[in-house]
């Protein structure tokens, strides 16, 4: 007879934990490379799984995606980016950056997507691979798999587990037990979704707009919907009472006593938003660490590297991330299960050079967040001089270049 806490089947393939962005993308670009995976997720249905409301997928994880054959259907959920600019919100426009030209150089465009439809493209695609209302407590490793034990006493033998459990991840809590927890950047990003007509905001820009200890970024996520981050550094969060019961306001009252007097269309944006939409969030980020993986057990996504959203590339990285692992895994031995067998080379590979590139990400991602804290006001105009001198030159290059190169496996260099 079956043990009914035990997943007894799945004991040659992936354990995936975690069905955000990392965990699914890990799924589905193993199963391009031929590895057999499955994702368990905490959450009991897939609304709350998914949160957040919009994103940049970038030329770095498009690519990614076309390596793992999934590029036709991000084609069918995103907006093409074509421009993203910068502009303070007292001396006007500072920089406009034609994606298009990226799109060119780099051999892939950039899009805007809705968070929830490219979380229900990637879990459509992942299917019976998923696993919902499954939250692991913890793991046991041995020389010859790895035991997975869920809070409702189920139990999973894997060859492999893949930590996409993000900032919070369980995984890396049992391997890194010391490790203080996440740092909190200084800053809340209030997001918001509105339904508005593209006369208002055109597809395919991106807006970041700057202020004193604030930002502003919005940008169209389909035909209807326009999405919107009121970003406040913690002491203007304070200054405002966002949230704060004393103050009797809602968070959206608190923006507008703040962004009020914004350029168009910021006030309007927050204002024909419904409160209850209206979502803060404490933004945090890890140090970077030397090493993230054991001969059997790795992470992927949030979990392995956190970062601020100063460069817009924490999806970006688990997407990335989560190609490179089943590259590496391929790699190291083509056929499917044999590159479960023994996969603690492949992991020191993928470890090797995911912990480089998301260690440099995550420096220039908190470097970037300093500069949207600033609140003095002529800091702030010093800081829009800068922008305005350098934003399209130097600093377009060096980011391009640091955000941009990944660290893909080249099609003709794979097995
Ligand atoms: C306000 C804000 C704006 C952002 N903007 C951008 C942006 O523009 N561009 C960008 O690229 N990134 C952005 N990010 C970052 C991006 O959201 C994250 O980097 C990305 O979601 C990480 O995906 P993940 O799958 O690794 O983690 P998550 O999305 O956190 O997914 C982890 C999953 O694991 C599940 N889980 C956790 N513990 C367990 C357990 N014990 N057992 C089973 N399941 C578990 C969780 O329920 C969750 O579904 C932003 C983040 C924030 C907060």
């Given amino acids: 007879m079956t043990d009914p806490h035990?997943?007894?089947?799945?004991?040659?393939?992936?354990?995936?934990?975690?069905?955000?962005?990392?965990?699914?993308?890990t799924v589905l670009a193993l199963r391009t490379?031929?590895?057999?995976?499955?994702?368990y997720e905490r959450a009991p249905a897939l609304r709350t799984a998914a949160s957040g409301n919009g994103l940049v997928i970038w030329h770095n994880a498009v690519l990614a995606l076309r390596a793992a054959g999934l590029e036709k259907h991000l084609e069918g959920v995103g907006t093409e980016l074509l421009h993203y600019r910068f502009r303070s919100r007292r001396s006007g426009a500072l920089a406009d950056w034609s994606i298009a030209d990226g799109a060119r150089r780099h051999n892939a465009p950039a899009y805007t997507v809705s968070r929830p439809a490219l979380h229900r493209m990637l879990s459509e695609l992942v299917g019976d691979d998923l696993r919902l209302g499954a939250r692991c407590t913890d793991f046991t490793e041995s020389a010859d798999g790895v035991r997975v034990r869920f809070e409702d006493g189920r139990e999973v033998r894997t060859p492999l587990l893949i930590g996409a459990d993000g900032l919070r991840s369980t995984v890396r809590r049992q391997l890194m037990p010391y490790e203080p927890p996440p740092r909190y950047a200084g800053m809340t990003a209030c997001q918001g979704v509105v339904e508005l007509p593209p006369q208002r905001v055109p597809p395919g820009v991106f807006v970041n707009t700057f202020g004193e200890g604030?930002?502003?970024?919005?940008?169209?996520?389909?035909?209807?919907?326009?999405y919107w981050d009121a970003v406040l550094s913690d002491r203007v969060a304070?200054?405002?009472?966002l949230g704060a019961s004393a103050l009797g306001l809602g968070v959206r009252e608190a923006l507008l006593r703040e962004f009020g007097d914004w350029p168009d269309p910021v006030p309007a944006l927050i204002e024909a938003t419904p409160e209850d939409v209206v979502q803060p969030v404490?933004?945090?980020?890890r140090d970077p660490v030397p090493r993230w993986s054991t001969e059997r057990v790795t992470l992927v996504g949030d979990a392995a590297q956190p970062v601020t959203f100063n460069l817009g590339q924490g999806a970006n990285q688990a997407i990335e991330g989560a190609v490179v692992l089943a590259q590496s895994l391929a790699s190291a031995a083509p056929a499917g299960h044999a590159a479960l067998a023994d996969p603690a080379a492949a992991l020191a590979s993928y470890e090797r050079v995911r912990i480089a590139r998301t260690r440099r990400i995550a420096r220039r991602s908190r470097a970037n967040?300093?500069?949207s804290r600033w609140q003095n006001p002529t800091v702030c105009l010093l800081r829009d001089a800068f922008m305005r001198l350098a934003f399209d030159r130097p600093v377009y290059r060096a980011t391009y270049r640091l955000t941009m190169d990944t660290d893909l496996i080249p099609e003709d260099a794979r097995p």
């Fill in 6 to 25: 035990r997943d007894g089947s799945e004991a040659d393939e992936a354990v995936v934990l975690g069905g955000g962005i990392a965990g699914l993308t």
């Fill in 33 to 39: 490379a031929g590895i057999p995976a499955k994702a």
């Fill in 214 to 226: 604030t930002w502003f970024v919005h940008y169209r996520v389909d035909d209807t919907c326009v």
């Fill in 238 to 241: 304070h200054r405002i009472g």
């Fill in 282 to 285: 404490d933004i945090f980020d």
């Fill in 369 to 371: 967040a300093i500069l």
